[in-house]
């Protein structure tokens, strides 16, 4: 006899199975249906028409033909007989996954609970496909080495394009930091940290500079950093994408030193020369530095072509050029102005520095040789000196010029301060 | 609505004579009267356009041992009998047009598997949709 207390509560059970989202069913071992909830019935019954849901090894066969004899192999008391399994049935042209569970829960007794899983089997295909499609990518790419690193900047997987772009295997950088790929020593551009926490801020980082590969030589490096957010945007890594740019660099390099420089000397050539002019002055007021301009003229040059010819004229400009270039050092650029005419130009300097280095140069080049066809050739220069006064390069230009002339009609081999203040008229021994 | 129906119950009186399977059935249903259909020998649902329960009879109230109040007013197949809720049954009626289908199918009322033959009515131009149960055997039914 069942009271009311007890009803009620059947009921409030019944429509609890009525309902439940998943297809739940015992059976015994021959396969007869015990109990069955209306999820079984509508996720079964299209793919097992005229099925009457009273053998569960028939009304399953459709997912999983082999359940009989698996219930059967099962020989322990419980257990889990089939655990989570996908099931695939193609009806229609329309593809429905199933999860199958199956417990043995008492010796002659099972339960299956049935899951439709299409979607969620459509979103792992998807990912698979996606995952797939990522590492066709890592693994071909021929330019570029595509890498990952965890939200410290390290790096947390191996693949191919990174043997190719630096012969790097996958024990070389895995849990390495991204600076084993740009060590901090190769001094060119913002430290990995930087470079990281600039990508943390706005997403992404585009950086160029010497790169290292695995046996220590150095590759010009274009890499892109990019953040990696998780699903609530916080950084769960980095993507980096690098390009080996050696060969272009060095092309690069090749062009600007030919489209920059003099030929014969290799000095800067008076285009140029002008960008380093331009560079160096201030276009307005004072910037707290004081450039200057040293102009030097090789002493009788038309005299040296003359006596030894043209060849051993040109290694005579070679030689002032490499002279002045020797001892300037990083001190300053030295451009082929003229035909046998040399300016230096100086960043920051004082009177009595830029008076001092131009002394040096004229003893230096004074004191070079030149192989000439009949034995050592020697040379002197003239140079004007001209410190900026505010007005700008040409100003300047002009009066080092007007020193140099200064120290030409002065009878050549000294050092002439511009503009009329003459600082030295030392005649070489 | 209830004086109309006693109207219409006046005028088909001989209509409770009617059988599952029955060519009339659809024009029936619609002109029968809130006590023909309880008194129908099979189960009867009947449901608005939408799908919500309007009618549930005393033979499939009895059949699933829900009671009609607790039914009425609930979307069928989604509430009611989810294991109606797919492409056979509630697929067909949410398709529209005119549909007038007899197919056997299993419930699970109260968890016992239950096979049954279904008939499944509807037309544009009806109040309501229909889902007629009748009861068969396990084997050959």
């Known amino acids: 006899m069942v009271d009311d207390a007890d009803r009620v509560e059947l009921e409030a059970l019944t429509e609890f199975l009525y309902v439940v989202p998943v297809g739940l069913l015992t059976f015994a071992m021959n396969g007869a249906i015990r109990l069955a909830n209306p999820l079984i019935s509508q996720l079964l019954m299209p793919f097992v028409p005229g099925c009457d849901l009273t053998d569960a090894y028939s009304a399953l066969a459709p997912l999983m033909p082999d359940l009989s004899r698996r219930v059967h192999e099962f020989a322990d008391w419980l257990g889990v007989v089939v655990d989570h399994e996908r099931c695939p049935i193609s009806q229609g042209g329309k593809l429905t996954v199933f999860s199958v569970t199956v417990h043995r829960i008492h010796g002659g007794l099972n339960t299956a609970v049935i899951e439709d899983v299409t979607r969620s089997a459509e979103q792992e295909r998807r990912l698979f496909e996606d995952r797939q499609r990522f590492r066709a990518i890592f693994d071909n790419v021929r330019d570029y080495a595509i890498y990952t690193a965890d939200a410290g900047g390290r790096i947390d997987e191996w693949n191919p394009s990174l043997q190719r772009f630096g012969g790097w295997q996958e024990a070389d950088v895995v849990g390495q930091s991204l600076s084993v790929f740009f060590p901090p020593e190769s001094g060119s551009g913002p430290s990995m940290e930087t470079l990281l926490d600039t990508a943390r801020k706005t997403g992404s980082v585009e950086t160029e500079g010497w790169g290292r590969r695995r046996d220590g030589s150095q590759a010009w490096t274009n890499t892109v950093l990019t953040v990696l957010p998780d699903a609530d945007g916080q950084v769960r890594g980095f993507v980096g994408v690098s390009r080996d740019m050696t060969e272009r660099k060095r092309t690069e390099d090749e062009l600007r030193r030919l489209a920059t420089t003099d030929p014969l000397t290799g000095a800067f050539n008076r285009r140029h020369g002008q960008d380093c002019l331009d560079a160096a002055f201030p276009r307005l007021g004072n910037s707290g530095r004081t450039p200057a301009v040293i102009m030097l003229d090789i002493d009788h040059f038309k005299s040296i072509n003359d006596r030894f010819g043209h060849d051993t004229g040109d290694l005579a400009l070679c030689a002032a050029v490499d002279t002045v270039t020797a001892e300037l050092g990083d001190g300053g650029a030295v451009v082929r102005w003229g035909g046998e005419e040399l300016l230096v130009i100086v960043q920051d300097t004082t009177p009595e520095a830029a008076l001092e280095l131009s002394e040096r140069l004229r003893l230096a080049i004074a004191a070079a040789r030149v192989a000439g066809p009949d034995g050592e050739v020697r040379m002197t220069v003239s140079i004007g000196v001209a410190l900026d006064l505010g007005q700008g390069a040409e100003d300047a230009v002009r009066r080092a010029d007007t020193a140099l002339y200064e120290a030409k009609s002065g009878g050549r081999n000294r050092v002439v301060f511009g503009p009329a203040r003459r600082v030295t008229d030392r005649k070489a021994g | ?141």
């Open chain 2, 1 to 141: 609505m209830h004086s109309t129906v006693q109207l219409l119950d006046d005028h088909h009186p001989e209509a409770a004579a009617l059988g599952f399977d029955d060519t009339a059935m659809q024009d029936w249903l619609e002109a029968a009267s809130a006590q023909q259909i309880d008194d129908a020998p099979f189960g009867i649902v009947a449901m608005a356009p939408d799908g919500i329960v309007v009618a549930y009879n005393k033979a499939e109230a009895a059949a699933a041992r829900l009671n009609p109040s607790r039914v009425v007013g609930q979307h069928f197949f989604r509430s009611v009998a989810p294991c109606t809720n797919n492409a056979l049954i509630a697929g067909r009626f949410e398709a529209g047009g005119v549909l007038d289908a007899t197919i056997d199918y299993v419930f699970t009322l109260r968890m016992l598997p239950t096979p049954v033959r279904l008939r499944l009515l509807r037309d544009p131009a009806a109040r309501r949709m229909y889902l007629l149960v009748e009861r068969r055997t396990a084997h050959g039914g």
